[in-house]
């Protein structure tokens, strides 16, 4: 194949419509729902590659941890940041801490949804982020556990800023396995 001819069929591809690829249906045990109060983002959780964090953010989401609590942390072009019951970061659930599960198998991009950790790696407990941009510096660094597969227009909207400079932070109103919703 020429140069030509692949520049002809990528720029075909590119006309194409939003959600002409069919995309098989994501099992509702590994499909996450997080609404806002801007609309519902769907995040598709990856149980092969963090296992632990998975279940624990399935654990937490089916106690009711996550609703109404803050993003408390949101870096334009970088990333929002939620999951601390006290908004200020510094804390997570009742639960023990989760050890790394880092990968390369996937990259931090627009979208992915990671595990907030402090300096030590097995840290993670119930925070979160998810990317507004891609962040290659985090890369083996931080363990990701579910990719936005619908509403990323949601979470561009979360109010920016932290810690002082976040005056009425945007919440989570409810967060849900599909499996679970009826």
């Known amino acids: 194949m020429n140069r030509r001819t692949l520049l002809t069929g990528l720029a075909a591809v590119a006309t194409l419509p939003a959600g ?9 045990e590994n499909l996450l729902y997080i609404d ?5 983002v769907e995040i598709q ?3 092969d590659l963090a296992p632990k964090h998975v279940e624990r953010v399935k654990i937490l989401a089916r106690k009711g941890f996550y609703n ?5 942390r949101v870096i334009e072009s970088f990333m929002a940041q939620g999951g601390d019951p006290t908004g200020t970061g510094l804390h997570g659930s009742d639960l023990p801490d989760l050890p790394a599960e880092f990968t390369n198998k996937r990259h931090f991009l627009r979208g992915t949804v990671g ?5 030590l790696p097995n840290t993670a407990n119930s925070q979160f982020f ?13 363990t990701i556990w579910g990719q936005v597969v619908k509403g990323m227009e949601f979470v561009d909207a979360i109010k920016r800023g932290e810690g002082s400079s976040l005056k009425d932070p945007d919440r989570i109103v409810k967060m849900q396995v599909a499996a679970d919703v009826k």
């Open 20 to 28: 002409a690829f069919a995309q098989a249906p994501i099992d509702p």
């Open 36 to 40: 806002l109060k801007q609309g519902r």
């Open 68 to 72: 109404n609590t803050p993003f408390h």
């Open 45 to 47: 959780m990856f149980p």
């Open 130 to 142: 998810i990317m507004f941009a891609p962040g290659v510096s985090l890369d083996g660094q931080y």
């Open 115 to 119: 595990a907030a950790r402090t300096a």
